[in-house]
T-cell receptor, first 113, second 115 residues
Framework: AQSVTQLGSHVSVSEGALVLLRCNYSSSVPPYLFWYVQYPNQGLQLLLKYTTGATLVKGINGFEAEFKKSETSFHLTKPSAHMSDAAEYFCAVTGTSYGKLTFGQGTILTVHP | GAGVSQSPSNKVTEKGKDVELRCDPISGHTALYWYRQSLGQGLEFLIYFQGNSAPDKSGLPSDRFSAERTGGSVSTLTIQRTQQEDSAVYLC?????????????FGPGTRLTVL
């Protein structure tokens, strides 16, 4: 079984500041990890994913995340926030032979000018 | 190219009525998933299709919920005798082949409101 915990349901940053969204997972098998973004009234869009190999993964819009097995974490970062980054972000895990995603509760990111 | 499409985008129904939600996956994608997004429960898996078969229906919340997929393409999620707790956004996603490494592409969702 898998589970995901996202620490902080709301995160607020200033434009140009570092973005850090936290995600911890639990999985009984080697996990595949994903970050999705959801803009208002839209579906989910993949930002990045970790499957195997390099533990630092880069995604779209300048986001990256690092898989840390010892900490069971997959935190999402971006060096400099932009107003257009304001959205809800979901961390998800799947460890099955098919892509049944288990999602965290989501983190709403607000970017202040 | 065309993404995942869902219809209707919004559906308002009365308690006790049946509703059908439609999903058109990306052409050629063999795997199709339904999820539900609600304020209380967050994003929950409902059902997984590989081709026309549904090897995992474990997320369907009750026997009022059913889904089918025909021709390895379009899928319909049916909710019978709707209840107020069924109000949610129903999201459909598809992926090329289905393993856990595949990227799932999501549709815009159907917002269901049960009065």
């Amino acid at each position: 079984a898998q589970s995901v915990t996202q620490l902080g349901s709301h995160v607020s940053v200033s434009e140009g500041a570092l973005v850090l969204l936290r995600c911890n997972y639990s999985s009984s098998v080697p996990p595949y990890l994903f970050w999705y973004v959801q803009y208002p009234n839209q579906g989910l869009q993949l930002l990045l994913k970790y499957t195997t190999g390099a533990t630092l993964v880069k995604g779209i819009n300048g986001f990256e995340a690092e898989f840390k097995k010892s900490e069971t974490s997959f935190h999402l970062t971006k060096p400099s926030a932009h107003m257009s980054d304001a959205a809800e972000y979901f961390c998800a895990v799947t460890g099955t032979s098919y892509g049944k995603l288990t999602f965290g509760q989501g983190t709403i990111l607000t970017v202040h000018p | 190219g065309a993404g995942v499409s869902q219809s209707p985008s919004n559906k308002v129904t009365e308690k006790g009525k049946d509703v059908e939600l439609r999903c058109d996956p990306i052409s050629g994608h063999t795997a199709l998933y339904w999820y539900r997004q609600s304020l209380g429960q967050g994003l929950e898996f409902l059902i997984y299709f590989q081709g026309n078969s549904a090897p995992d229906k474990s997320g369907l919340p009750s026997d009022r919920f059913s889904a089918e997929r025909t021709g390895g393409s379009v899928s319909t999620l049916t909710i019978q005798r709707t209840q107020q707790e069924d109000s949610a956004v129903y999201l459909c996603a598809s992926s090329l082949e289905g393993p856990g490494t595949d990227t799932q592409y999501f549709g815009p969702g159907t917002r269901l409101t049960v009065l």
